[in-house]
């Protein structure tokens, strides 16, 4: 399939599509609505058709490949001129988060179609310019590109919880941005320490300098290099013990912002991990695992207690999601091919799963305005469609076999069991403890006596909610047997992350980090640098 500008029109049609409703002088609240979901219809629809046919099964390397360039930086050691290109990519691995961010923004349009009243030019302008942020992150190949991106998608989010979230959204949303810009000045140092060492941005150019053994990082450079990348990950994953600003922005931010959060924007930590940290800091990544599986572990079983303790129920939703994501990170430091494969899988199922969770937790509130379990009881009986969804979304989440939650679990525990059986026994705890908190939130808020006279007259889901939830629910269902679909995207590409993280055996010297690092161009022994030839505007060798 031809390349051309696919990519690219992916990232900026939100956009385009942002300017419009910016642009529009009507007030006509149904008409800005309409033009959304049909720019975010059209996005999902050409990321399926596109990418599933850009990607083909069992490929290894980027496919659909943009590289321009795009700012002259000017001389650098040997090369004459450097750029920061604009180079897009895509592979196995962030082939589906892109078609799960595009999905996720179309149901978060739809689920905020009543719900919203207030500034909803302005809010549907957020939401389409997230959706770049996050596409831009997931399809970038080079660093700056990445990291600008990563910065664009913290503003549409900041204003989606700061104005349209609930009481204390002004907090919450500070303490996002607070927590998240930290972790992205460690990231954007350790880039530019990349850059001043390779004289490059571009992510397939220095990894293939670590490769062929022409950039050579001494053991205390690469751990420094190694804490500034995935310390700013695991915030944004958030890992135990970084954790602590997700619940208040999740239980603060609208239902949109809550599905967003957590279908797409935490994965964004845990691509970032299998992206950067494993292939450009193997020796570091492996010294650092078991500390890392540690605290994944205590952030399986510490988000599975919490929630079970939880008088909120999105505030329930909220601490899953740090124990699911445990899963996650637990399977990419396993370092088997298996456990990234399920990583990636467990990413998609948490999307869909999470996502679906919110949504009902969010077709709660707009009937009763409470988050609180107190609150409820009972609603089976007025409302049995919508408890028959929850129940459905529930089980998925939990790791009910035959549904997608399932495959990753199970995936991500037998590839961890394969390097590390003690792991997987303490990991495995999680599944138990989840089913506890879900099953015992869904029997007190569903079941039993209505005790709040109020809730005798709540309407079932309406037309446009059943359509969301069915499509949730045949999703969920599809990824749970069809799951080869997705797996056979994503073999090649897991194995390409393992396959990367190989280094030529060379010897550390005592230098200074600085010193040891070879000059761009500089022969080092055995490999010559292949720097300056991929630093022009030639594309990079495929691996």
Known sequence: MPAGPLLSILIFLPAIGALALLLLRSNDHEWIRRLAFAVSLAEFILSLWWLLRGVPLGSTGYQLEELHPWIALGAHGSLTQTYINYHLGVDGISLFLVILTTFLTVVSILCSWNSIQKRVKEFFIALLLLEVGVVGVFLSVDLFLFFLFWEVMLIPMYLLIGIWGHDRRIYAAVKFILYTMAGSILMLVGILWLYNATGTFDLQSIQQALQNGALVLPRGTETLLFLAFFVAFAIKVPLFPFHTW??????????????????????????????????????????????????????????????????????????????????????????????????????????????????????????????????????????????????????????????????????????????????????????????????????????????????????????????????????????????????????????????????????????????ATPEVGQQTSGSASAIPKQNSLERPGTR
């Open 246 to 515: 997700l619940p208040d922005a999740h239980v603060e931010a609208p239902t949109a912002g809550s599905v967003m959060l957590a279908g797409v924007l935490l994965k964004m930590g845990t691509y970032g991990m299998i992206r950067f940290c494993l292939p450009l800091f193997p020796d570091a990544s492996h010294r650092f695992a078991p500390a890392i599986a540690v605290l994944a572990i205590i952030g399986i079983i510490y988000g599975a207690l919490v929630a079970l303790v939880q008088p909120n129920l999105k505030k329930l939703v909220a601490y899953s999601s740090v124990s699911h994501l445990g899963f996650v990170v637990l399977g990419i430091f396993a370092f088997q091919v298996i456990s990234v494969q399920g990583a990636v899988f467990q990413m998609l199922a948490h999307g869909i799963s999470t996502g679906g969770l919110f949504l009902l937790v969010g077709m709660l509130y707009d009937r009763r305005h409470t988050f609180e379990m107190s609150q409820f009881g009972g609603l089976a009986t007025p409302m049995p469609r919508l408890a028959a969804f929850f129940l459905f979304v529930a089980l998925s989440s939990l790791g009910l076999p035959m549904l997608n939650g399932f495959v990753g679990e199970f995936l991500i525990l037998l590839g961890t069991y394969q390097a590390h059986w003690n792991w997987a026994a303490w990991a495995a705890t999680g599944v138990i403890l989840s089913a506890c908190y879900l099953l015992w939130s869904y029997q007190r808020v569903f079941f039993g006596e209505i005790t709040v006279e109020k809730n005798r007259t709540l309407a079932d889901v309406s037309a446009r909610e059943r359509w969301i939830l069915v499509t949730v629910a045949v999703i969920t269902l599809w990824m749970g047997i069809g799951s080869v679909f997705i797996t056979g995207r994503t073999a090649a590409a897991s194995q390409s992350v393992i396959e990367q993280m190989t280094r030529p055996h060379r010897a550390y010297d005592a230098r200074t980090p600085l010193e």
